[in-house]
């Protein structure tokens, strides 16, 4: 059986940029947009951060939405990136499709502006509502132009748009929806930051990734979704095949609530998965696009699965988090459109700021753009707390 599902439409805004060639330029021209906190108030203004650099004022234009709504940035960044991607797959008003989100943080920063106000007594029950992941998407679902006919959030922290985006392709290949728009949002809010603080794994510098030197994270937002569908669909439509989602898996060790387990076990799990859906080897791929936070942990307990995975045949191995900072929820679904970027330009993209190899890993990550590559299979980790890992494989349309 074919398991291999079409991608026929991408859509991301990140630290980046909004959009594909916004984000493939900063890419190529190794654009490190990590900053300091300039639209999130916040006491850690030493904290960098990837922020997508837009106001909610700016956001709600670029969504045409109805300032007199609430809604939450997550949302807005959410809409805009899965309205990109309804576009590129030339999907139009007739068109019947499921939505799947990977969000956490949610509507909290509205809760966060509104909090004091809550305590002298104002009417305040809708703008906490928004909160919920489930309202989240549903903004998301009202500012597409199609028929959302189900609509359904992952919240696993930093594996959740990647697990929303292996649902996806689950509810394809069980015949229950023709369409689904998957994917991830997510947005910076004092929760989100005082919460990572308190766990000490944040830089005070822009992150640096399996280098030995490593201090910890930056984290991003953001938010990127990609329309699924079989060939055949696609092809009865008149649909051009951007990339293929070849192969998921996903595996959860539940060594701690934060750390990633030293022997890499969830993360081989998951990799291998993603390989036997595809039926394919280790050595059919090209580029994996690392989860690669840049802490101790992660880099260091997922180095460790790629080398018991690749063994001497380490492919081309990069963090694009070093680019768009961690988005958490919506990291998957970042780098599920880098992914598929990948393979339509022929590039990879540089780990910034690697200078010395870690003595416990057998493998450097690529230090500058790789241009004029053919690539066939590109691996895409998302390891997410409590060891919830996912892996996607995303080949060409060939």
């Known amino acids: 059986m074919d398991n291999r599902i079409a991608i026929t439409g991408v859509g991301i805004i990140s630290a980046l940029g909004y959009g594909l060639s916004e984000t493939y330029r900063s890419l190529a021209a190794e654009k490190c947009p990590i900053s300091y906190p300039k639209h999130l108030k916040t006491v850690h203004t030493d904290l960098p951060c990837g922020e997508v650099d837009l106001s909610d004022a700016q956001l709600y234009e670029l969504c045409q939405a109805d300032r007199s709504r609430v809604i939450a940035r997550a949302s807005l960044l959410g809409i805009l990136a899965a309205r990109q991607a309804q576009d590129d797959a030339h999907l139009d008003s007739g068109s019947r499709v499921a939505l799947i989100s990977g969000t956490t943080v949610g509507g909290m920063d509205l809760t966060e502006r509104h909090y004091a106000d ?3 007594g104002s009417e305040l029950d809708s703008l906490i509502a928004c909160n919920l992941d ?58 989100h930051l005082n919460g990572f603080n308190s766990l000490m794994i944040l830089s005070d510098e822009p992150c640096r990734p399996f280098d030995a030197a490593r201090k910890g994270l930056n984290l991003g937002e953001g938010a990127g979704y990609v329309v699924l569908e079989t060939r055949e669909h696609a092809m009865a439509r008149g649909a051009v095949i951007r990339a293929c989602l070849s192969g998921w898996g996903n595996a959860c060790d539940a060594y701690h609530q934060t750390a990633a387990s030293p022997d890499g076990s969830g993360a081989f799990a998951a990799m291998q998965a993603a390989l036997d859906k595809a039926g394919l080897r280790p050595s059919d791929i090209d580029y994996v696009n690392a989860h690669g936070t840049g802490t101790q942990s992660n880099d260091a307990s997922e ?20 680019f768009t900072g961690h988005a958490t929820s919506a990291a998957g679904g970042l780098e599920a459109v880098i992914s598929v ?28 753009t790789v241009q004029n590559i053919n690539l066939r299979h590109v691996l895409s980790n998302s390891f997410g707390f409590g060891g919830n890992d996912t892996s996607l494989i995303f080949s060409s349309a060939i």
Do not use: H, W
């Open 303 to 322: 180095g460790t699965a790629l080398m018991a995975l690749f063994k001497d045949r380490m492919p081309l191995v990069g963090s694009t988090k070093c």
């Open 341 to 368: 970027l990948c393979l339509q330009k022929g590039f990879v993209p540089s780990n910034l700021r690697f200078e010395t190899r870690d003595g416990l890993l057998n493998f450097s990550p690529v230090t500058q």
């Open 134 to 191: 489930g309202v989240t998407n549903d903004a998301i679902a009202d500012a597409l132009d199609c028929e959302v006919v189900f609509t359904d959030v992952i919240s696993t922290a930093c594996s959740a748009a990647a697990n929303a985006i292996a649902f996806g392709a689950e509810l394809i290949l069980s015949g229950r929806y023709d369409v689904v728009i998957a994917g991830g949002c997510e947005c910076l809010t004092k929760y």
């Open 118 to 120: 809550f305590f002298k």
